[in-house]
């Protein structure tokens, strides 16, 4: 063990160490706060100076985040927030989270990256350590970061550290927190896996190591494809069940008796947040590259992008089997967000679903505790409040997020005409004026 690695590795146990983060998302800043309320001086760096201006007044818009506890670091000095990368210099620990979106043409960007990249370069000293948690291709790590960083003159596993870690950060999962979720860890040497395991064993319960970086980077590319192939496969389910006339969700929920060989997932009006509708392109295009077309990937991603048009064909039905045309219709949303208990509205199919109705001639608002304002094509809508809601001068509600606050039981009671497509009403049973995806 080098004498960097012995010194670094008695910081990060004695929480005496300088832990820099990159990126003050979804991802970042749970993390940010974490090591900070775990006793680790924080230092927080994003390139959006008006998210960087919030936050240090100790504003979080983050759900799992609270503005206390936020407010509570900034306030001590245990959470400095800047959009100066150079300040990472200080750092001991460099841990990267910042967005890898999709291009025009479905492949990767990993220009964040390779901007992050570049500016931990520019800093890097003996004695640091380095994490990428950005989801990306197998082979970035070792491909993207450490030619930059060995530029530097220095060895890896001796003078710095490198490692990818992916996030799995839930937003709004009340079981599992971020303390809760095993971590793992891929380091480019053992001595690189080993300093990863004891910095996020500060501040979670069990940390996992894998054999190297393109591991742990495939690792989290499986998880998200496994979730968006079963996803496809019930949404396809749900389509086939809807023209025999039988209820998805018994089925699905009968399924799941079995104790053995089956695992349920549920169909919705299309997928969203940053993960799903990108993270498997991105093994995608790498696989592409090596002369092999992944198929399953293909198959899954066109069913689930069919499910927001599938959506509003369902509104156009139900409408038409009232004698009432789309044009015209007052149509009330319920939920934007792309998930329950959220206010992240990234690729949320209900902006998509919404655009569509719009573009017929609809009529339409939204109601929405967590987004206060949304961006629908050129449009910029309003939320109206739960409370003032009136349900019964709608001609259709349509369910597309199933947030805690809403009362189903209003709805059911209230609404002329429901199309749900979350089995949000599912309680209330079989109703003339509910129809379910």
Known sequence: MSRHSERLRQVLEQRAARVGVIGLGYVGLPLAVAFGKAGFSVLGVDVDRERVARLKAGDSFVEDVGSDDLATLVAAGRLSITAEPSALSEADAIIICVPTPLGKSREPDI?????????????????????????????????VLLPRFRARGLRVGEEFFLAFSPERIDPGNKRFDLRAIPKLVGGVTPACSELTRVLYGQIIDRVVPVSGPQTAEMVKLFENIFRSVN?????ELAIMCRRLGLSVWEIIEAAATKPFGFMPFYPGPGIGGHCLPSDPHYLSWRTRLLGYEPKFIAFADEINRQMPAYV?????????????????????????AYKAGVGDVRDSPAIEILEALLARGAEVAYVDPYVPRLAVGSRRLTAVPWESANFGSQNLVLILTNHPAFDMARVGGEAPLVVDTRNATGSLGPRPNIIRL
């Open 231 to 235: 996803i496809a496969l019930v949404n």
């Open 312 to 336: 509003v064909q369902m509104v156009t039905d139900a409408l038409n089997e009232k004698g009432r045309a789309v044009r015209g219709a007052k149509i009330l949303a319920l939920g934007v």
């Open 111 to 143: 220009s964040f990256i390779v901007a992050a990249a570049d500016a931990v370069a520019a800093i890097l000293r003996p004695g640091q350590l380095v994490v990428l948690e950005s989801t990306t291709y197998p082979g970035t790590t070792e491909e």
